[in-house]
């Protein structure tokens, strides 16, 4: 059976007398969140056979012999008197594909196993699937802590996979991404050892990774007597129907006008767009770009063949963060 609950007091210096009142509980709260923390979901099954789940960040591993880990839980939490009484419990290690499984069992007076498949563990304990890490554990010993109780237990059995996971910093998910050791330095075999990759250039990095995806879509555009001018005007026009050419160009917020009278024209002249105060897509219009747009995300799969799922992620959210920087 679990080990009994006992307190455990801060051992405190006569010569340095507690002060912890003076702190500020938001502000040390903001100071603790400077710390990134792996995202967890701890699962048990009540006395009373409920299914029981609740996301943490403050897992942490205790000792590899005996294989211990612990983590804490609110005094005020509605699962607490479920982790008083049960033998067993599981942790569940997100992926960073898991943040809405992270929102869900975070999310109050909700059924948070509703529609999702579990496995079932030792003691009976619900098993999310997918994780990057599972362990099932039996509660070794549980201390107060404060506001929290903490919970130790020991490691039965785990599972792991190969997934980036989901991170927790400053309030808020984040992704675990791996330095480079030489961010510098791309190793030889690093697109083919190509000299202008290698210099490392931004403006040279992004021109070559751009020149090789629109070579790669030419074929679908050209099948359709299209070429990059015409490609970037329908999608400006799918994505702002009734806008004038001006407009367009402005939202684009290049120097040179790419959406132009002669583009226009063309894509009107092939019954794709119709010109009137604004450009609009015909339902012709509408049905290419659809393919166009499918054709098109087939090349960006493949592109990013190489990049795992936290490393397309990153690399999206940091592009944005450019092309918003430089239009500034």
Known sequence: MPARERRVR???????????RSIDPRAFRQALGAFPTGV???????????????????????????????????NSASSRQAFDEVEHFAVHVLTARQE?????????????????????GIGNVPLLRECAARFVCRIAYRYEGGDHLIIVGEVLSFDRREEPVLAF??????????????????????????????????????????????????????????NEADFWTLNMVGAESGRDAARLNKLLGFREELVTKDVLD?????????L??????????????????????????????????AEALLLHQL??????????
């Open 169 to 226: 910093h400053g309030g808020k998910y984040a992704l675990a991404y791996e330095k480079a050791v030489h961010p510098n330095r791309p190793r030889d075999d690093d697109a083919g050892g190509a000299p202008i990759v290698q210099k490392n250039a931004l403006n040279m990095l992004l021109g070559v990774a751009y020149r090789h995806l629109v070579e790669n879509l030419d074929p679908h555009l050209q099948a359709r007597g299209l």
């Open 276 to 309: 009137g105060e604004g450009v609009s897509l015909t339902e012709k219009g509408r049905q290419v770009l659809m393919e166009l747009e499918a054709e098109a995300k087939s090349v960006e799969t493949n592109a990013e063949a190489g990049l795992d799922y």
């Open 266 to 274: 063309r894509l009107a002249g092939e019954g794709l767009v119709s």
């Open 100 to 120: 809405d499984l992270a929102t869900r069992f975070a999310t109050p007076d909700i059924d948070r196993f509703a529609g999702l498949g579990v496995e079932r």
């Open 40 to 74: 967890t979901v701890m699962t048990t099954q009540a006395e009373d056979g409920r299914d029981i789940g609740l996301t943490v960040n403050s897992f942490n591993s205790v000792s590899l012999d005996p294989p211990l880990v612990l983590w804490s839980l609110s």
């Open 319 to 328: 592009l944005r963060r450019l092309i918003f920087s430089m239009r500034g």
């Open 10 to 20: 801060p051992q405190m210096s006569e010569n340095h007398p507690p002060s912890s």
